[in-house]
């Protein structure tokens, strides 16, 4: 790369090699000229206000990318199907969701971009409901001039044998949704249930609203056959509210395992949700979930649901890294 500097007072009609940002505290931050610009006579002062003596002039050598070519490449080769690109702007360029969904990163993919010198990437946190036109990710190089290679590289990285994108909108697949609320108190009808709503309204944040309830005891030989006939007529998602703490009384546990092919975790690194259960029957999510949820805004069950809504497959060892950050409490 060859650069020569020209005092601003000498650059009218040459043009900018790169977007420069204008700062005016507590008012304004953002791109005051667009590369390319072609300078006259009337930014001479804007440029001197914003601290600039002097300008660059460029010319690239074989190998070497401007930095917005740099990030446009990139942005391309890592970005999914649910995902669409900013325009680039100060050689950034930012990913927002193009539908509503689960937000997908692969982590080991972004570390290793962000391995290479001069690359960098930053998300959002990945598994985590978003809507659509949330920007997810931004992706530049940090010098205003890029080796081509190490470009190169970061596609090659992000192309891999891997069947998803390395950042992308996973959409929910269609539910059907089946609460099993548990107490003898509230079957009796002495408590009114305070579950169904709160779950009714968490769904719907994902669009589910296909959403029976089934109201039982507290035998754990009802709960659990309450859960397959649930599993057995179609449901995607079952939800087992209340009897879930180490009171003797409390069935649901034993009945979530009694109906399940698998039990993934009794148990979280999480608070609150520290006693949710997850299971499954065959492809039929169970969670048990405890009275934090209704008492709550987050809990373990609300970091968990969108991978389950999204199809994802959850596992113990999902679960285990959640520890990092599982104090949900503000």
Do not use: C
């Amino acid at each position: 790369m060859k650069r020569r500097e020209v005092p601003v007072e000498d650059a009218i009609g040459m043009q900018l090699a790169h977007d420069m940002t204008r700062i005016v505290p507590g008012e304004f931050k953002g791109r005051q000229f667009r590369r390319g610009h072609v300078i006259q006579a009337e930014d001479i002062p804007v440029l001197l206000d914003m601290g600039k003596r002097h300008i660059y002039v460029l010319e690239l050598d074989e190998g070497e990318l401007h930095e917005d070519d740099a990030a446009v490449r990139m942005a391309k080769a890592i970005a999914g199907t649910g995902v669409r690109l900013s325009d680039v702007e100060e050689g950034k360029v930012v990913l927002k969701a193009d539908r509503d969904g689960m937000l997908w990163v692969d982590a080991r993919r972004v570390t290793a971009m962000n391995s290479i010198d001069e690359i960098a990437i930053a998300t959002r946190v990945p598994f985590q409901h978003v809507r659509k036109g949330t920007s997810l990710a931004s992706v530049r190089p940090i010098p205003l001039v890029v080796a081509e290679e190490k470009v190169r590289a970061v596609e090659v990285i992000a192309r891999g044998a891997h069947r998803r994108s390395m950042i992308d909108v996973l959409p929910y697949r269609p539910q059907k949704v089946h609460l099993v609320t548990t107490g003898s108190e509230i079957l009796s009808g002495r408590i009114e249930d305070r579950f169904g709503p709160v779950l009714r309204e968490k769904l719907a944040a994902y669009g589910v609203g296909d959403v029976e309830q089934t109201l039982v005891g507290d035998e754990m030989d009802a709960i659990a056959g309450e859960i397959v006939r649930a599993a057995e007529g179609g449901a995607t998602l079952v939800l087992v509210t209340g009897g879930m703490s180490v009171d003797p009384d409390d069935r649901s546990p034993a009945a979530i395992r009694r109906a399940a092919t698998e039990v993934v975790t009794h148990g979280t690194p999480m608070i609150p949700g520290s006693m949710m259960m997850l299971a499954y029957r065959g492809h039929t999510a169970i969670f048990g979930l405890p009275g934090a949820v209704i008492h709550d805004p987050v809990t373990a069950f609300d970091k968990l649901l969108p991978r389950v809504l999204a199809g994802l497959r959850v596992r113990r060892r999902d679960i285990a890294v959640l520890g990092i950050g599982g104090w949900l409490n503000a």
